[in-house]
């Protein structure tokens, strides 16, 4: 075990310098940049320095001294270089668009994200797992179709229109305004008891947790349903079943871990909705996360703070990995790492 997991940390480093590199040549050598913004401000905004730049022409001691100023004077892979070495100490310099640490901004943004991560995830896990035994054992069943299609009905509504019919029926003049849209607590949620704080937050969670959860929700059912038939119908529950064991023993003993092994290979998924965010969902509900952050900084062309986020994903995403193969002899002991 303890080789398997110094040699999946040695292989981490060139996937992640993979990742890195590809992403860093593809987001500096596309059109446009902070350059580009800044010199586009001065022709038409203004600026201490807009009596060198002209409707029709850039004084090009001009374009050189923003080149130097941004770090752009150098060649692409010694900026990548200097990149990377401050990234693995978590320093990603400025944003072009704050004007301040990268590492800031990313750390103001992510309580939204966080809460509606990890609410999300305990949501989907915690009743995804055990309703997709009970349609397992009730296969067949009335109660079984009519579940399956009301979740893949609700699977099939994309995230957009979902957040957009719960805003337009729920939290608008138009028909209903029971739950209130934008930023997570009320104005006067500090001065609330601790029961009112709570209650306060779950009253704005509502609406978007539903989108956050509804999609991962229905995948994790449907897959611990067909996990647990084929574990159903294993030749050792049937061996199990003959010694006379009962049908809970049978199933919650014997049938129930090995289903949760198709289960567990996504958990590492959580640190991803952790962070992650949600564009969608963060900009339908005027949500201000993780998702929105990196959308804005890919449109407003902030290279800094989108190559933070790619570099922290990438790092989440190939530890998550790690950590669900290394939860899987928990779950199946006969799984092993030792060769």
């Known amino acids: 075990m303890f080789k398997y997991f110094i040699r999946r940390l040695v292989l981490m480093i060139p996937t992640l310098f993979g990742i890195t590199l590809i992403c860093f040549l593809i987001v500096n050598l596309a059109p446009g940049g ?19 730049v002209t409707s029709h022409s850039v004084n090009q001691e001009l374009v050189e001294a923003l ?24 320093n990603f310099g400025d944003s072009f668009i704050y004007e301040e640490s990268v590492l800031d901004i990313i750390i103001s943004k992510l309580p939204v994200s966080i809460q509606f991560g990890i609410l999300s995830f305990l949501l989907a896990y915690l009743i995804s797992i055990p309703l997709g035994v009970y349609k397992a054992v009730r296969d067949g069943s009335r109660w079984d179709g009519l579940t399956s299609f009301a979740l893949i009905v609700m699977y099939a509504v994309p995230p957009l229109v979902l957040g957009i019919l719960l805003k337009t029926y729920f939290s608008g003049s138009v ?54 038939m084929d574990c159903i119908k294993s030749d050792y529950v049937r061996t199990a079943r003959a010694k ?21 290979t996504g958990l590492g998924s959580f640190l991803q909705w952790f962070l992650g965010g949600s564009l969608i969902v963060e900009k339908i509900f005027n949500l201000d996360g993780i998702g929105l952050l990196g959308y804005e900084s890919a449109v407003q ?14 790092v989440l995403s190939v530890v998550g990995r790690l950590m669900s193969d290394m939860s899987l002899p928990l779950v199946d002991p006969r799984i092993t790492f030792d060769k």
Request: glycine share 6%; charged share 20%; aromatic share 14%.
């Open 67 to 90: 080149k130097k100023q941004y770090g752009f004077d150098k060649p692409v892979g010694t900026r990548y270089w200097l990149w990377l070495k401050n990234a693995v100490t978590l």
């Open 244 to 264: 006379g064991l009962s049908d809970k023993v049978v199933l919650l003993k014997h049938a129930f871990k090995n289903a949760l092994i198709p289960i567990v």
């Open 175 to 228: 028909f209903v305004d029971w739950f209130p849209v934008g930023d997570i607590y009320s104005d006067d949620y500090y001065n609330k008891n601790l029961w009112g704080k709570f209650l306060d937050r779950a009253h704005h969670f509502v609406l978007p947790l539903i989108c956050y959860a509804l999609g991962n929700f229905t995948m994790l059912t449907l897959l611990m349903k067909n996990s647990m």
């Open 301 to 314: 062309r902030d290279i800094h703070v989108l190559l933070a986020l790619i570099f922290i994903q990438s």
């Open 34 to 52: 902070p350059i580009e913004r800044k010199l586009s401000q001065m022709r038409f905004g203004g600026g201490s320095l807009s009596e060198n």
